[in-house]
């Protein structure tokens, strides 16, 4: 296992797009997770109200509720970590590397393995980064800080390193078909912005769509992992929120890791290197 972790890391330690990226997304992460109270001041100091209360009470941080909140901010970065998964796979056959590591010995399936080891250390360090904030946030600005309420609500971390993985899986599926980095960034940025998000909307709204056919909308990969870490906001102008892992939506999740390492493999194993 560490061998097929030094094969990647020799292949992307001096790559400067990677590192770009990566700094992109913590930046921005860390930036946005940890910003929210500084924007409230913001607004405070510039005499903006809600319905005559001061802003900056609002519970953002508090434990248990900030794992929920900033996982779920996390989640619209995870695009920028597909970019670097993608541009590594189509490297791989742009420069004839994935070729090399074959003759060189390395099978189909340990290949498979290398990526996918990169894919969930890049998670894990993610989720890890967002501990980090959550837990240096909620001690400064919670009401409430102890180990129960610490701790509570720790499964959306678990939730969201499961949601990273899968779709930097599906952006290594999209790399490896399409083989060309511009071309496979394009088509996961809009089939997961534009393209999947219309046609589930239409499922939902469209009279016209039989409802066997709309109520396969929670099945579709972009709106599984989405509906894996729901909207928490709506707590704050009381509204009834979901505010836990359902066990349904982390299956049709895992349903869809499964899937996509399959057709990799398949991909590969049929392949002209």
């Known amino acids: 296992m ?10 992307l330690k001096n790559y400067k797009v990677f590192w770009i990226l990566t700094m992109m997304y913590f930046v921005g992460v860390i930036l946005v997770s940890s910003g929210v109270r500084f924007f409230l001041e913001f607004l405070k100091n510039h ?9 900056t009470i609002l519970p953002f941080y508090d434990f248990p509720d900030v794992w929920h909140n900033i996982t779920y901010m996390a989640t619209y970065f995870k695009v920028i970590l597909s970019f670097i998964i993608i541009i590594s796979i189509t490297n791989e056959i742009s420069y004839r590397t994935l070729r090399q590591n074959v003759i060189d010995g390395l099978s189909k399936k340990e290949f498979l393995i290398t990526k ?13 980064v967002l501990f980090i904030i959550g837990l240096t946030t909620g001690l400064s600005y919670s009401s409430v800080t102890d180990v129960k309420h610490i701790f509570g609500s720790m499964g959306f971390l678990g939730a969201y390193f499961i949601e990273v993985v899968t779709f930097l899986t599906f952006a290594l599926l999209v790399g490896l078909v399409l083989k060309k980095a511009g071309f496979a960034i394009v088509t996961i940025f809009m089939y997961t912005l534009v ?7 239409n ?11 709309a109520a396969t909308a929670p099945l579709w990969p972009i709106s599984a992992l989405n509906n894996l870490i729901r909207l928490p906001y709506q ?14 939506d ?3 999740v895992i349903a869809w890791l499964a899937i996509f390492v399959s057709l990799i493999y398949w991909v590969l194993s049929r392949k002209d290197l």
């Open 195 to 201: 393209f999947e998000p219309i046609l589930i909307v």
């Open 116 to 128: 996918l080891n990169f894919i969930v250390i890049l998670a894990a360090t993610a989720t890890l």
């Open 47 to 55: 005499g903006a109200e809600f319905d005559g209360l001061d802003p």
């Open 250 to 252: 982390l299956t049709i």
């Open 235 to 248: 707590r704050y102008v009381f509204m009834e929120v979901q505010d836990y892992i359902a066990w349904v």
């Open 2 to 11: 560490r061998r097929l972790f030094l094969i990647e890391w020799y292949k």
């Open 203 to 213: 499922f939902k709204h469209n009279p016209f769509v039989p409802e066997l056919l």
